[in-house]
T-cell receptor
Framework: GAGVSQSPSNKVTEKGKDVELRCDPI?????LYWYRQSLGQGLEFLIY????????KSGLPSDRFSAERTGGSVSTLTIQRTQQEDSAVYLC???????????FGPGTRLLVL | GEDVEQSLFLSVREGDSSVINCTYT??????LYWYKQEPGAGLQLLTY?????DMKQDQRLTVLLNKKDKHLSLRIADTQTGDSAIYFC?????????FGAGTRLFVKA
C-alpha cells in the first residue's frame, strides 16, 4: 500500500476485555514503532521493532501491554484486561532502512468503557 | 515528554505568518522534526532539519534552529485556514523519536 495502515480505525470495548490493534507498515520498511496519544497529550513512545525483534520494551506502560511483529512486516499490539486509562489513539509508524524519518498511520482510536 | 516543550495554542489571522516555537534539553539529536496532525488523522512529517544547519526553507515553511539556546521554530508564511492543525516538534532520540505535546494552531478567517 501507499502508506502505513492500521486497523481497526476505531474500537470501543468494555473494561476488562482484551484488544488487538494491527499495523501494516510501508512495504520494505524495516523499523516499526508504536506510540500512544492520550487526549490533549503528546505522543508517548511504547515500543520499537527492528525487523522482528524489539530492542527496547521499556516504554510499554504495564505488563498488560505486549506487541509482536512477524515476518518483518505486520505488527500487533495487544492490551489485556483493558482499563479506562488505556483509552487513547494508538499510532504506528515505520521507517525505511538507513533512515530515521517515521511515516505514521492514521491511528486506532480506542475507547474503554 | 518533558524533554521537548512547546506552547499549547497559537491563534493567527488568515494571511499572517505563524511562528511555532519549541525548546528541548538534550542536544544529542541528529535530526529535529516538525509534524502536522489534522483532526482525526495521523501525523504527517512536514519538514526536518539536520542539527548542523541553522535554517531550512521549504515553500511557505521556514525552520530555524538555534543550537546554543536549544530552540527550534517553524514559521508558516501566508497562513491559510487549511493550516489549522496540531504541530508537533520532535527530535530523534536514538531508535525512537521524542515528541513535544503539540501546538494547536487556530487560523481565523
Amino acid at each position: 500500500g501507499a502508506g502505513v495502515s492500521q486497523s481497526p480505525s476505531n474500537k470501543v470495548t468494555e473494561k476488562g476485555k482484551d484488544v488487538e490493534l494491527r499495523c501494516d507498515p510501508i512495504s520494505g520498511h524495516t523499523a516499526l514503532y508504536w506510540y500512544r496519544q492520550s487526549l490533549g497529550q503528546g505522543l508517548e513512545f511504547l515500543i520499537y521493532f527492528q525487523g522482528n525483534s524489539a530492542p527496547d520494551k521499556s516504554g510499554l506502560p504495564s505488563d498488560r501491554f505486549s506487541a509482536e511483529r512477524t515476518g518483518g512486516s505486520v505488527s500487533t499490539l495487544t492490551i489485556q484486561r483493558t482499563q479506562q486509562e488505556d483509552s487513547a489513539v494508538y499510532l504506528c509508524a515505520s521507517s525505511p532502512p538507513g533512515s530515521e524519518t517515521q511515516y505514521f498511520g492514521p491511528g486506532t482510536r480506542l475507547l474503554v468503557l | 515528554g518533558e524533554d521537548v516543550e512547546q506552547s499549547l495554542f497559537l491563534s493567527v489571522r488568515e494571511g499572517d505568518s505563524s511562528v511555532i516555537n519549541c525548546t528541548y534539553t538534550d542536544s544529542s539529536s541528529t535530526y529535529l522534526y516538525w509534524y502536522k496532525q489534522e483532526p482525526g488523522a495521523g501525523l504527517q512529517l512536514l519538514t526536518y532539519i539536520f542539527s548542523n544547519m541553522d535554517m531550512k526553507q521549504d515553500q511557505r515553511l521556514t525552520v530555524l534552529l538555534n543550537k546554543k539556546d536549544k530552540h527550534l521554530s517553524l514559521r508558516i508564511a501566508d497562513t491559510q485556514t487549511g493550516d489549522s492543525a496540531i504541530y508537533f516538534c520532535a527530535r530523534d532520540g536514538g531508535f525512537k523519536t521524542i515528541f513535544g505535546a503539540g501546538t494547536r494552531l487556530f487560523v481565523k478567517a
